[in-house]
């Protein structure tokens, strides 16, 4: 596989997430759009992502893992975030290229282990 950039992995990984969440909450028996978007949220804002990922980055995160979560965050986007600070917004993309990155190897049995946490954490 070709060596994507951080914000690439961001990318897909955050499409890939998004998609996991919604199923998640479908799974809970949440049935009204209304309250499917509202939590969703609860798992996809840019400030959970972030503290699931402090603590992922503690306890779940391999070396491997770290090394992409860290070129996820560490690279410059050319927007600025609309409603959170940007270190916290370069967080949540760390995190997002981790999903990307396992997503585009098919490596879904650790995105699953990794969601599992991230429910621990978020709920």
């Given at each position: 596989?070709?060596?994507?950039?951080?914000?690439?992995?961001?990318y897909?990984?955050?499409?890939?997430?998004?998609?996991?969440?919604?199923?998640?909450?479908?799974?809970?028996?949440?049935?009204?759009?209304?309250?499917?978007?509202?939590?969703?949220?609860?798992?996809?804002?840019?400030?959970?992502?972030?503290?699931?990922?402090?603590v992922?980055?503690?306890?779940?995160?391999?070396?491997?893992?770290?090394?992409?979560?860290?070129?996820?965050?560490?690279?410059?986007?050319?927007?600025?975030?609309?409603?959170?600070?940007?270190?916290?917004?370069?967080?949540?993309?760390?995190?997002?290229?981790?999903?990307?990155?396992?997503?585009?190897?098919?490596?879904?049995?650790?995105?699953?282990?990794?969601?599992?946490?991230?429910?621990?954490?978020?709920?």
């Amino acid at each position: 596989m070709i060596q994507q950039n951080g914000l690439t992995l961001a990318y897909i990984g955050d499409a890939y997430y998004e998609l996991l969440v919604r199923k998640h909450l479908i799974d809970k028996k949440i049935t009204k759009v209304k309250n499917l978007h509202e939590a969703a949220i609860k798992y996809t804002s840019s400030v959970n992502q972030a503290k699931a990922a402090r603590v992922l980055i503690e306890e779940v995160y391999t070396e491997d893992e770290l090394l992409i979560f860290k070129r996820g965050r560490n690279q410059n986007a050319s927007h600025k975030p609309k409603n959170t600070d940007i270190a916290t917004y370069n967080t949540s993309t760390g995190f997002e290229a981790v999903i990307g990155y396992h997503f585009l190897n098919n490596d879904l049995e650790r995105i699953n282990k990794i969601m599992d946490e991230v429910k621990k954490i978020l709920e």
